[in-house]
């Protein structure tokens, strides 16, 4: 899609005709975007631009996707079903189980948990990490089974934000990245060279000049807005 910039004059033989966009979305085709800056890299816990963040939400899963008409609505992503305790301070999780990463292995709670507790470690720097310290202390995540986890908070605030702060973070694969040292993370080849799971995937990243994604056709997830 091209969309040109500056004015002309009108068209002497009249103008061209408009018609309706098509209300039912089409599968398929390709979308270029123009942007005047490049990503720089593609996880998304050590992700710091906002071009790079928008770009990985299309590769990796959240827990919650928030869509936005007057006010935040959210819509379940990697998490179908949640619930708050009664106190407002313990979250529960239910998450999908068709879930998968590129490399075939499952995404379960204990990813989540993973990138969670990445979030926490000021070693790796994540922009995110303030979000963290609204956690209570001891054991702030805690996973039931593969597919249901708790997330234990320090203390109540608004519950859209506090489901926020955690669920629009995008979810790495623990499998790939536990035995990466965390000062390092930012420079790992996972950082060019992404194990993901979501609608999309890395097609080639040519430096200053182009990310190209391709349909990830194995994906459970829905693409973001």
């Not at 490399?103 to 000021?122: I, M, Q, R, S, W």
């Not at 956690?135 to 489901?163: F, G, K, N, Q, S």
């Not at 080849?189 to 349909?215: I, Y």
Request: hydrophobic residues 40%; aromatic residues 8%.
């Amino acid at each position: 899609v091209a969309i040109p910039g500056g004015c002309r004059k009108p068209d002497p033989e009249g103008a061209a005709e408009i018609t309706a966009a098509d209300p039912d979305p089409v599968r398929g085709d390709t979308l270029v975007v123009g942007y005047q800056a490049d990503v720089d890299g593609f996880n998304p816990v050590t992700q710091i631009s906002n071009l790079g963040s928008q770009v990985v939400d299309f590769m990796f899963p959240l827990l919650v996707m928030p869509t936005f008409d007057c006010k935040c609505v959210y819509h379940g992503h990697l998490a179908e079903s949640w619930s708050w305790s009664d106190d407002g301070l313990t979250l529960t999780l239910n998450l999908k189980k068709d879930v998968r990463w590129t490399d075939g292995e499952a995404v379960d709670a204990h990813d989540v948990a993973f990138t969670l507790d990445l979030v926490a470690d000021p070693q790796v720097g994540a922009s995110a990490i303030a979000y963290m310290e609204n956690l209570r202390e001891e054991d702030p995540v805690e996973v039931v089974d593969d597919h249901t986890l708790t997330i234990h908070y320090a203390r109540r605030y608004d519950p859209d934000t506090m489901l926020t702060h955690v669920g629009t973070l995008g979810i790495v694969p623990e499998h790939v990245l536990a035995g990466v040292p965390r000062d390092a993370l930012r420079s790992a080849e996972f950082s060019t060279k992404p194990v993901s799971s979501g609608s999309f995937t890395l097609q080639r990243w040519d430096r200053g000049h182009e990310v190209a994604l391709e349909r990830n056709e194995a994906s459970a997830m829905v693409p973001p807005p």
